[in-house]
């Protein structure tokens, strides 16, 4: 059976979609298709691969609209997911692409360097006794140190896509759960402050990264608890931390969320003041009550419970 790949080609200034057909052969990857139609039929397509085992993440490419690692994915389940012999490759999403289906990392890499992200360890530590630590504390972090840099992430970031001046990469925020959490870690503080100054309570919360990562790692959980550790360690003055704290007291208050207040909560009375227009046409549809008063969700301690034991659990 002959397989259609429509292939979004790039050369300069030029963009157009080029159709490649090849032969679908058991067990063949995009990768291999790829490679097939670069040797036979068109040596000028260009695209990233070194590994070709699912390690160095330098292939990953989208398919249809989603990343995938092309050395992974195999062709014949594409078919079938799609129900459609006809696919279309592109370059990842949320880079600057050079030619076809490369893509700039460099400018990834500057931006990781916000987080600082290198581990300086404990003082208790040293060459000679070394950097032990307990299996508890290892697992806290060891799934986030599996993370290979495809870019898969960052491709189908939602947040990334409206604005990434001020968002971090998802896997750059896995990157910084993995110091965070170490406990080895001197300062975690240094990590976690320079993430959230770079925008760590601005994720929209779409899991578009955790459910197109190939490795099955979950950077919207990675957010999350980084999101815990401002907490946990006191960096609690941004925007995003007072938000987060507006909504437990609301629920744990009453047991429903007061809308009316919480912007007030999260930015202050001076910041929420600069919303007053858009506050008034909420109250012209009836949308926004100030003066209503919320009433005590009669399940409240029901409610409380379950906050207590999500704390407990914790």
């Given amino acids: 059976m002959a397989i259609t790949l429509n292939i979004h080609r790039t050369v300069a200034d030029k963009k157009w979609v080029q159709e490649y057909k090849v032969e679908l052969k058991k067990g063949m990857t995009i990768l291999e298709a790829l490679n097939e139609i670069k040797a036979m039929q068109d040596p000028t397509l260009s695209f990233t691969a070194s ?5 160095c993440g330098a292939c990953a490419v989208r398919v249809n609209g989603n990343a995938e690692l092309a050395c992974e994915v195999l062709v014949e389940d594409l078919v079938k997911r799609y129900k459609s ?3 279309t490759v592109e370059p990842l999403g949320n880079f600057k692409v050079l030619r076809d289906l490369i893509v700039d990392w460099d400018p990834k890499f500057d931006r990781m360097k916000k987080i600082k992200p290198s581990l300086h360890p404990k003082k208790e530590f040293s060459p000679e006794k070394g950097c032990k630590q307990s299996i508890a504390d290892f697992k806290k972090y060891d799934e986030y140190a599996g993370c290979i840099l495809c870019g898969a992430c960052v491709s189908e970031c ?27 870690s001197r300062d975690p503080k240094e990590h976690l402050q320079a993430v959230i100054d770079a925008g760590l309570w601005k994720c929209m919360k779409c899991q578009e990264c955790t459910a197109n ?33 507006a909504l437990y007291d609301d629920i744990y208050n009453t047991g429903r969320l007061d809308e009316s207040k919480l912007s007030i909560q999260s930015e202050g009375l001076v910041a929420a003041a600069l919303r007053a227009p858009f506050a008034m046409r909420l109250m012209k549809t009836g949308k926004l009550d100030p003066f209503e008063k919320v009433p005590v969700n009669p399940e409240i301690n029901k409610i409380r419970d379950i906050l207590k034991n999500a704390k407990e659990a914790e």
């Avoid at 590994?51 to 390690?55: H, L, N, Y």
């Avoid at 001046?165 to 759960?177: E, M, R, S």
């Avoid at 099955?216 to 995003?240: D, M, Q, R, Y």
């Fill in 51 to 55: 590994c070709r085992s699912s390690i």
């Fill in 85 to 87: 012999e006809t696919l």
């Fill in 158 to 184: 939602n947040k990334s896509t409206v604005d990434e001046k001020d968002f971090l990469d998802p896997f750059t925020f896995v990157k910084a759960a993995k110091l965070v959490l170490d406990s080895r």
């Fill in 213 to 245: 990562c190939p490795k099955g790692l979950k950077p919207a959980e990675a957010i999350e608890k980084l999101h815990e550790a401002t907490f946990k360690l006191g960096l609690t003055s941004s925007v995003g931390a007072n938000h987060a704290k």
